[in-house]
């Protein structure tokens, strides 16, 4: 199936993963928002795409919760010790 394929390679390849990658960001803000693909589809651009950062954003601090309660769950210790590498990502001006 081509949208399992895409999804395994994470990369955009063609211009048909193109239209895989935006029906990919549909769903998310469908999922996020608990609204239907129309909706999404009906949307004002600007409105979808802080929609999507948004629902993005959210994904992200649930699977770095998510990957932190694995961690509790699989060591005996209750102390956590997170590092930020943010600072890697941003710009020297």
């Avoid at 193109?18 to 949307?43: D, G, N, P, R, T």
Wanted: no cysteine; charged share 30%; glycine share 0%.
């Amino acid at each position: 199936m081509k949208v399992q394929q895409f999804l395994q390679r994470k990369t955009i390849e063609s211009p048909e993963d193109i239209s895989l990658q935006l029906e990919l960001f549909a769903y998310m803000v469908a999922k996020h928002y608990s609204v239907s693909l129309m909706e999404v589809y009906q949307m004002d651009e600007d409105v979808f795409k802080q929609s999507l950062v948004w629902a993005m954003a959210v994904e992200e601090e649930q699977e770095k919760e998510a990957e932190r309660q694995r961690f509790i769950e699989n060591t005996d210790s209750n102390e956590i010790i997170t590092f930020d590498y943010s600072f890697l990502e941003e710009e020297d001006y």
